[in-house]
């Protein structure tokens, strides 16, 4: 087996696969289909907005047969004689739940959401921002990508890193607030799982910085191949290079909980099937 360098560039992308193993843990962990379609419809019940929905659909029919008619695929892969549609799919949702919230506001928009965060300025001193009046405590944000394409009266987000601290603080233009005691139970762990995964990360990229060995590193952990990018492990599995001895630098132990946490989100993904 060759010696292989831990360069930052290797850390980086170990530590960002990583973060990509958590996530895919997380979304098969947590089975929310129900879920999101109750919310999906439930904020889409405007009669007005029904009705576009169903003009919509006969318009989407229609456009089809025209751009069948009419189009020139052969000249132009998108030439299309009309729009495909009127409205606007949208793949994303923005929550934010809270079940000591006002029942009344289940499902009701806010706009200019903002949790409070902590803010750096240039001189490196920290200070926390109280975040918007809509923030209320005890509010988890929630955001939910590559859905389903479906209608949304509005489109709503919701952003995990706060632009001026670079650091974990959900904002959002526009998102949607859940109250429902059984809905909120089904997203919230989605939330809670976020504010933790910075922490998590921020712990394993401090210990990668000590590891100055690909071997080292898996020698820590037993399904960190895994994590390692195909063009490092090529150069693993070449013969090695004589070179003289040099004395390591030590390497700081991983924390047990982290090495254990490492491990069952590998593990739990292999067995899904990632």
């Not at 576009?52 to 029919?61: A, G, L, N, P, T």
């Not at 490196?124 to 929630?142: L, N, P």
């Not at 859940?178 to 939330?191: A, M, Q």
Request: glycine share 4%.
């Amino acid at each position: 087996m060759a010696s292989v360098q831990m360069s930052q560039t290797l850390r980086e992308q170990i530590l960002n696969n990583y973060e990509k193993q958590l996530r895919n843990a997380m979304a098969k962990e947590y089975k929310m289909d129900k879920a999101i379609l109750e919310v999906q419809q439930k904020s889409a019940q405007d009669l007005d907005f029904v009705k576009i929905v169903q003009m919509d659909s006969e318009y989407r029919k229609l456009a089809e047969k025209l751009n069948n008619r009419y189009g020139d695929p052969k000249r132009y892969a998108y030439s299309y004689v009309v729009r495909d549609s009127m409205l606007e799919l949208t793949t994303t949702l923005g929550l934010v739940c809270n079940p000591n919230r006002p029942k009344e506001e289940n499902l009701t928009f806010i706009s200019g959401y903002e949790a409070p965060y902590t803010h750096t300025d240039y001189s490196g001193k920290e200070s926390t921002e109280k975040g918007s009046d809509s923030y209320v405590e005890g509010d988890i944000a929630v955001s939910l990508k590559n859905l389903e394409p479906f209608y949304a009266i509005k489109n709503t987000e919701m952003n995990y890193t706060n632009w001026r601290g670079n650091c974990y603080g959900p904002n959002s233009h526009s998102c949607l607030v859940v109250t429902d005691p059984e809905l909120c139970k089904v997203f919230s762990p989605i939330g809670e799982f976020e504010s933790s995964v910075k922490v998590t990360l921020e712990t394993f990229k401090n210990w990668l910085e000590t590891v100055t060995t690909l071997k080292k590193f898996l020698d820590e952990i037993s399904g960190g191949i895994d994590l390692v990018p195909q063009e490092y492990k090529d150069r693993l599995n070449k013969r090695p290079v004589k070179r003289t001895a040099s004395t390591p630098l030590p390497t700081n132990a991983m924390p047990d909980s982290l090495k254990k946490q490492l491990n069952e989100v590998i593990l739990e993904n292999k067995l899904l099937g990632d």
